[in-house]
Each structure stands twice: as C-alpha cells, then as structure tokens.
T-cell receptor
Framework: GAGVSQTPSNKVTEKGKYVELRCDPI?????LYWYRQSLGQGPEFLIY????????DSGLPNDRFFAVRPEGSVSTLKIQRTERGDSAVYLC????????????FGQGTRLTVV | GEDVEQSLFLSVREGDSSVINCTYT??????LYWYKQEPGAGLQLLTY?????DMKQDQRLTVLLNKKDKHLSLRIADTQTGDSAIYFC????????????FGTGTRLQVTL
C-alpha cells in the first residue's frame, strides 16, 4: 500500500495475556520506529530499527516488551503479561533512512487491557 | 535529556490566524517538526525546520524559530474549521539519537 499499515486497528485483551501488534512500513523504507501514545499525551519513543536490527531500544519500558523485524520490512511489537497500564495507542512510523527528516506514521493500534 | 513543552489548548475564530508555541531543550544540531493529529487518525507531518534556520514558510504555515530562547512557533494563516486538531511539536537530534521527542500537544479549536 501507499502508507504505513498497522494491524489490528483495535485490540482488547485481558490482563496477563500476550499480544502482538503488526506494522507494515512503506515499501523500501529501511528505518522503522515504534511509539506509544497514552491518552492526552504526545507519542513516546519505544524502539527504532535500521534494517533488521534494533539500533535503539532505549524506550522499551521493561522486558515484557519486545519487537522484531526479521526481514527488514514488517515489524511486530510483542507485549507479554499485559497490564492495564499498557493501554495506549501504539504508533509505527517508517522513513527512507535514519537521518531522513520525514517519518511517515501509521494510524496506530489502540490497545485496551481489561 | 531532551524535553519539549507546549500549551494545551488554543481557540480561534475561523479566518483568524493561529499561533501555536513550543519550547525545547538545546542540541547542537536538531530538526524541529510540527505534526497534526486529527481524531482517530495518525500523525501527519506538516512542516519541519533545521535549527540553523530562523523561519520557514509553506503556504498558510509559517514556522518561526528563536534559537536564543529555544522557542518554536507555528502560525496558521486564515484558520479553517478543518484545521481543528491536535498539533505536536517534536525534536530530533541528528547527532546520536534517531528518535523524535514529542510535546504533549496543543488542541486547536476553530469556532465559527
């Protein structure tokens, strides 16, 4: 597609469950970012991929959060043992390269942990 | 570390100009961005400026940068109802970090 695609658009899960959120970046974009946006806040950085490798994962809040990008395209954000505090909109963005000034964002996945 | 601050709310009449303000922490080389977020939608990049510039204009949008005060503003001329949204200022340090640091957003309400 033309833009960054995230699936699902909405996810409701029970506390303690495992979830996976998917991001399809724009074709040819080597840089991929995950952000988390809580209600009433700006997006907060989670992790950045350059190709297949996680170049910066300093924003991941704890070891329950993990992300992969095995073929340098699609990325999956994985959250284990979900907690109610994980409820947020998870945004994915991609750009042509790290220093490229323009990152394109997907519409996000709204995660609700009940 | 990096920090970006914005006022939370702005209300303007249709046809007037809107000015949204942002303050940021300094970096030797930084890009500064303005994003727009409409309800239920992703972030749309409106414009950006490099920290060695003072001003950038793009149609109805004017970005002003005061490096001394670390103050950034976005002016929207002839504000329309379709401009109602949340506007985020964001900072990126090209030296080491790849991430964007966002402010909390300014909700712009355009009234008739």
């Amino acid at each position: 597609g033309a833009g960054v695609s995230q699936t699902p658009s909405n996810k409701v899960t029970e506390k303690g469950k495992y979830v996976e959120l998917r991001c399809d970046p724009i074709s040819g974009h080597t840089a991929l970012y995950w952000y988390r946006q809580s209600l009433g806040q700006g997006p907060e950085f989670l992790i950045y991929f350059q190709g297949t490798g996680a170049a910066d994962d300093s924003g991941l809040p704890n070891d329950r959060f993990f992300a992969v990008r095995p073929e340098g395209s699609v990325s999956t954000l994985k959250i284990q043992r979900t907690e109610r505090g994980d409820s947020a909109v998870y945004l994915c963005a991609s750009s042509l390269e790290q220093l490229n000034t323009e990152a394109f964002f997907g519409q996000g996945t709204r995660l609700t942990v009940v | 570390g990096e920090d970006v601050e914005q006022s939370l709310f702005l209300s303007v009449r249709e046809g007037d100009s809107s000015v949204i303000n942002c303050t940021y922490t300094d970096s030797s080389s930084t890009y500064l961005y303005w994003y727009k977020q409409e309800p239920g939608a992703g972030l749309q990049l409106l414009t950006y400026i490099f920290s060695n510039m003072d001003m950038k204009q793009d149609q109805r949008l004017t970005v002003l940068l005061n490096k001394k005060d670390k103050h950034l503003s976005l002016r929207i001329a002839d504000t329309q109802t379709g401009d109602s949204a949340i506007y985020f200022c964001a900072e990126k340090n090209t030296g080491t970090a790849s991430k964007l640091t966002f402010g909390t957003g300014t909700r712009l309400q355009v009234t008739l």
